[in-house]
């Protein structure tokens, strides 16, 4: 049976419990956020004591279930106030749900300044002090747990801006290749870090494995799924040819492609930063084009970018990085791209906020637009080593705009904006504005629709339809991120009639139960209200469901394109 | 009329980038397409001057045309 390891870092005790069964049919975000909202008052500081890390695989994690691999991560977010989850593949997810735990919640912080590393196994968690790694980026910190502990190790890592609490951290997580994936967003490596948690090591030495209730019926809908997965174009072969990055061109074509901060919706040197020439340079260098963030992934939208040398340079080498450093900051060389990417990884910080965060800081003048020897300099000198300068950068797009006195900062809920315009892509306007994570993308991912013709057809220009279209996607959105199942399913199962299906019954078929498709999607309205709940307890009300006002007064070239939703529009998201 | 055509992502293999052509008045888009030798099938997404355009959009002098595969990301 699953259970609940608990650490509680005040009095440096761990617990092995009960699944409550209210948890029972949760898992990945329904499960992260359903603990948050039970158990760590909104009001709370996100650095104090009260706040707590919640790590939970998903539902299908663990079994043979195609792209299911990815854990979910929660906790009163330090950057917007708000509930957070942010989900990652890697190594973590398989084991924990092998090893039956059903989640990690880590709470309470310690009253002296020791730093620890939490051993997790069959038998529970051990606390131990760690003094060695203090300091370190994530790249030697996974060497050092490997050399420690063995290649197997599962590990969950922070960097410098963890340990220094910047709202911007992240989370690493140990991919297959011993290199990192992320929980990127909202600051949790920060929440990590006021835990004076360095790292977690994962043993799954003895794991019992995921137990499924009716194989012969799991082995046949994780078939029909797999089949749709490769089916499909855009995962079949899009997404594994190109990676996420074949988006530059497609936004610069629809004039979404958020340029210079902003201000235009076209980058002169989309070409050099796009899907077609990292693809091309990839594999001139002897890198992969194709390779997946977690065993089983069948998708593989990731990549290994190598240096003239043919020597690594970075992996999971995202459009919304690459977009951000790139069209948003000025920039068309994609190998210092590629080494901020990769400088990101082992500082522990956020490739998105950081990447929205440099646009604001070229408009302050902290650094000029277009110049990427200064920026990657920041990032070694400044943010790394947390100078004054450092941490009010590591603070992320908003962080800077108060500092310096910047009027356009392209933030929800203090979260910077990622790669799609919402003046001239507008269904992802209203995912920005309403999103209970603050604005992120992947949270309602209208650009399929939008852009895609994915899912149909939505005039990504007008306004007709778009409250509706990020309603119907926010809601599947946060069933499938309680599944463990990577965003990208989510193109075949908009298309193919079999996938969805087929994914509620892999989900049956595990647990010998009955959900029906409204049940999921009852599940996915019933997560974002309790998100929403937490979030309006917290403080953030239907106030901060809107967008920056530059977007309502600075037209967007080439579109000349405003954001033009009234409040009451925005709100009628809610009404469901 | 004259028109710029561009091409993405798998498109370009064995093709090019970018090119200018000169076309009959009147010519739609599928002409187009069934002359560089794709499918309609192929075809995941046209583009008009930066607005999504359909198969049987017609197109006229100094037009944008842009064709995508079915590919996507995020
Ligand atoms: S498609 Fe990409 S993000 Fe999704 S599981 Fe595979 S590698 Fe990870």
New binding site residues.
């Given amino acids: 049976m699953d259970k609940i390891f608990r650490v509680n870092m005040t009095d440096l005790t761990t617990k092995i419990e009960e699944v409550p069964a209210a948890w029972a049919g949760l898992g990945g975000r329904g499960l992260t956020s359903t603990i948050v909202a039970a158990e760590v008052p909104p009001t709370c500081h996100a650095l104090s004591a009260d706040n707590k890390l919640v790590f939970a695989p998903g539902l299908l994690t663990g079994t043979p279930a195609a ?1 299911s ?2 854990l979910s991560a929660g906790a009163k977010s330090p950057l917007t106030g708000g509930i957070k989850e942010s989900n990652a ?1 890697g190594t973590a997810a398989q084991m924990l749900a092998k090893l039956g735990i059903k989640a990690l919640i880590i709470e309470g912080a310690p009253k002296t300044g020791a730093w620890y590393n939490l051993a997790v196994g069959v038998n529970g968690v051990t606390i131990n002090e760690e003094k060695e790694l203090l300091g370190l980026g994530n790249f030697a910190v996974i060497d050092a747990v490997e050399a420690r502990l063995g290649k197997k190790t599962g590990v969950l890592t922070i960097g410098p801006a963890g340990e220094l609490k910047m709202t911007a951290a992240n989370i690493s997580v140990k991919d297959p290749d011993s290199k990192i ?1 992320s929980h990127g967003r909202g600051g949790l490596g920060a929440v990590m870090g006021s835990k004076q948690i360095k790292f977690i090591s994962i043993d799954g030495e003895g794991a019992p494995g995921v137990k499924i209730a009716d194989p012969e019926k799991f082995k046949g809908a994780a078939k029909v799924f797999a089949k749709a997965l490769l089916d499909h174009p855009v ?1 079949g072969e899009g ?1 594994p040819t190109y990676g996420t990055n074949v988006l530059v061109n497609i936004l610069n074509e629809a004039g979404g492609l958020p340029t210079k901060n902003f201000t235009v919706g076209q980058f002169e040197g989309h070409d050099k930063i796009s899907g077609e020439t990292m693809h091309d340079t990839i594999a001139a260098r002897g890198g992969k084009v194709k ?4 065993a089983g ?1 069948i ?4 990549q290994v970018y190598n240096d003239k040398d043919g020597k690594y340079v970075t992996s ?1 080498f995202e459009y919304e990085t690459i977009w951000g450093l790139g069209a948003d900051c000025c920039i068309d060389n994609l190998d210092d791209i590629a080494r901020a990417d990769n400088l990101m990884d082992d500082i522990g910080i956020d490739s998105i906020e950081t990447a929205v965060m440099f646009g604001v800081a070229m408009e302050a003048g902290i650094l000029n637009w277009g110049d990427s020897k200064e920026m990657l300099r920041l990032l070694t000198e400044e943010i790394a080593k947390g100078t004054a300068l450092g941490r009010v950068l590591g603070g992320g797009a908003g962080s800077v705009g108060r500092t310096y006195g910047v009027t356009r900062v392209p933030v929800v809920k203090n979260q910077g904006i990622p790669a799609y315009d919402p003046r001239s892509v507008k269904g992802i306007g209203i995912t920005y504005a309403t999103s209970t994570m603050g604005a992120d993308h992947t949270s309602g991912y209208t650009i399929a629709t939008n852009i895609l013709n994915v899912g149909g057809y939505v005039d990504p220009l007008k306004k007709d339809g778009q409250v509706e279209l990020s309603r119907n996607l926010q809601i599947a959105t946060a069933a499938v991120d309680s599944t463990g199942m ?3 399913v989510a193109f075949p199962a908009l298309d193919i009639p079999e996938c969805l299906p087929a994914l509620i019954d892999m989900i049956n078929a595990r647990f010998g139960i009955a959900l029906t498709g409204d049940d999921v999607t009852n599940l996915g309205k019933h997560i974002l209200k309790l998100e929403r709940d937490f979030n309006q307890k917290a403080g953030l009300t239907s106030v901060h469901d809107r967008l920056p006002d530059f977007f309502k007064t600075e037209p967007v070239a080439p579109h000349n394109a405003v954001w033009d939703f009234t409040d009451a529009e925005i709100d009628e998201f809610w009404n469901f | 009329m004259k028109i710029t055509l561009k091409l993405f992502a798998t498109f370009r293999n064995g093709r090019f980038k970018i090119a200018e052509q000169e076309l009959a008045e009147g010519t739609e888009v599928r002409q187009v397409v069934l002359g560089l030798g794709l499918t309609e099938e192929e075809i995941g997404i046209v583009m008009l001057n930066g607005r999504h355009g359909e198969l049987d959009s017609k197109l006229a002098n100094g037009d944008t045309l842009s064709l995508f595969p079915l590919v996507g990301g995020g």
Avoid: A, D, E, V
């Fill in positions: 792209n691999g990815r593949g994936r995962s997404l390779h997946g963030c977690h992934c998708i593989q939208c990731s999971g990577c965003i990208f």
